[in-house]
């Protein structure tokens, strides 16, 4: 046999061993990663919607320091792991670093009533989320949930994701440049949500997809979340 066919032949064999190899390891860190992490900060509503979901009925809501835990049963696809983090600033970035690793999605919820009031606070968390750098490796799917649209003055998912792109702006020109005055020094590389020599907008994130749906935990409306949750599973 032509000695070039034998080692045409075994590269073949060797790119379909190694695709084989990714394909099994894709498919396992996919379902492995079951997980949904309800965010957002205290009072936006996180623990009423994880209570209406998981129990079908309210549970009286109040500050927590744990996360809470429960399982979805999805039409057709299995179940999914609901958590519910603290909204408190103290513990809930070392909450989420417990679940990131194993979320297939991430529900950010914040309150569509006092939003312009919060939205500081709202854009530093988000932020937080979209940059950490094991969600930009996993590529988990977002939703930003703006709840509490029973509210008569509430703002509509289209006004809030405005207003919310605004600020990430602001947000990020602070951001890189404090990173890129680390990275001066040689410690730390600077990374940059979206595109750069444009103002921020959540669909030039091409490392994520992210969602924006309106919901009422009150009036128990989760019928755009359940889509959502839906897709993801």
């Known amino acids: ?25 894709w498919r396992k860190g996919r379902v492995s990663r079951r997980g949904i992490c309800l965010v957002g900060l205290c009072e936006s509503g996180k623990t009423l919607i994880f209570s209406q979901l998981i129990y079908k009925k309210a549970v009286e ?10 399982v979805l049963d999805i039409a057709n696809k299995g179940t999914l792991k609901l958590v519910d983090i603290p909204g408190h600033e103290r513990v809930r970035q070392r909450f ?28 530093e968390y988000l932020y937080t989320i979209l940059s950490d750098p094991v969600v930009s490796s996993n590529k988990p799917q977002v939703l930003i949930l703006c709840n509490k649209q029973d509210h008569p003055l509430a703002k509509g998912p289209q006004v809030i994701q405005s207003v919310l792109e605004k600020e990430m702006n602001v ?17 730390r590389k600077s990374f940059y949500l979206g595109q750069e020599g444009k103002n921020f907008e959540f669909a030039d994130i091409r490392s994520l997809r992210v969602e924006f749906a309106a919901s009422s935990a009150q009036t128990e409306d989760f019928e755009n979340l359940k889509k959502w949750l839906q897709s993801v599973a």
């Open 61 to 70: 809501s109040f500050t927590s320091m744990k996360e809470n835990i429960g």
């Open 1 to 25: 046999m032509n000695p070039s066919i034998t080692i045409c032949c075994d590269f073949n064999q060797f790119s379909i061993f190694l695709l084989v190899i990714f394909l099994f390891v």
């Open 96 to 123: 989420f670093d417990s679940y990131k690793n194993t979320a297939r999605g991430i529900v950010f919820v914040l309150d569509s009533f006092s939003v312009n009031k919060d939205i500081r606070d709202v854009a």
């Open 171 to 187: 947000l990020r020109n602070t951001q890189t440049n404090q990173l890129e005055a680390v990275a001066e020094g040689g410690n």
